[in-house]
């Protein structure tokens, strides 16, 4: 073969992808990574619903909290098996994303919160015989 000879015109496309990275090490998820984070969803899933209908807890405030506690377990899982997201991908930009939308997120329920309680600690106390005649 000469010294100038040229390359293939054409090549694999996945070769030439893979073959140089531009920081995107995002993870391509496989059958069992999906299959793991669907098993853990619908776990996550059921667990709240026995423990609401059982009552096996008898304060419902504890209840909540539990619920609640695994909603954010189940949108981790979410965000690692399913989305991807891990410190690595897009060179970190979109964990600084994730981070900015929940300080976002926080300052907007927070901020609702105090303004219902407020408003409802502030408004005028109405009894039934008001509340039949408004409009």
């Given at each position: 073969?000469?010294?100038?000879?040229?390359?293939?015109?054409?090549?694999?496309?996945?070769?030439?992808?893979?073959?140089?990275?531009h920081?995107?090490?995002?993870?391509?998820?496989?059958?069992?990574g999906?299959?793991?984070?669907?098993?853990?969803?619908?776990?996550?899933?059921?667990?709240?619903?026995?423990?609401?209908?059982?009552?096996?807890?008898?304060?419902?405030?504890?209840?909540?909290?539990?619920?609640?506690?695994?909603?954010?377990?189940?949108?981790?899982?979410?965000?690692?098996?399913?989305?991807?997201?891990?410190?690595?991908?897009?060179?970190?930009?979109?964990?600084?994303?994730?981070?900015?939308?929940?300080?976002?997120v926080?300052?907007?329920?927070?901020?609702?919160?105090?303004?219902?309680?407020?408003?409802?600690?502030?408004?005028?106390?109405?009894?039934?015989?008001?509340?039949?005649?408004?409009?």
């Amino acid at each position: 073969m000469s010294p100038h000879a040229q390359a293939p015109l054409h090549e694999d496309a996945a070769t030439t992808h893979h073959a140089h990275s531009h920081g995107h090490e995002a993870g391509h998820g496989s059958f069992k990574g999906y299959m793991l984070g669907f098993g853990l969803s619908v776990v996550l899933t059921a667990i709240p619903f026995w423990l609401v209908m059982s009552g096996a807890f008898d304060s419902k405030l504890l209840t909540a909290f539990f619920v609640m506690g695994l909603g954010l377990v189940q949108i981790v899982v979410h965000m690692v098996y399913f989305l991807h997201m891990n410190p690595r991908s897009e060179g970190g930009w979109t964990m600084m994303a994730l981070l900015f939308t929940l300080v976002l997120v926080g300052i907007t329920l927070a901020g609702s919160l105090w303004v219902m309680h407020h408003l409802n600690t502030n408004m005028m106390p109405m009894s039934p015989e008001m509340m039949k005649n408004m409009p």
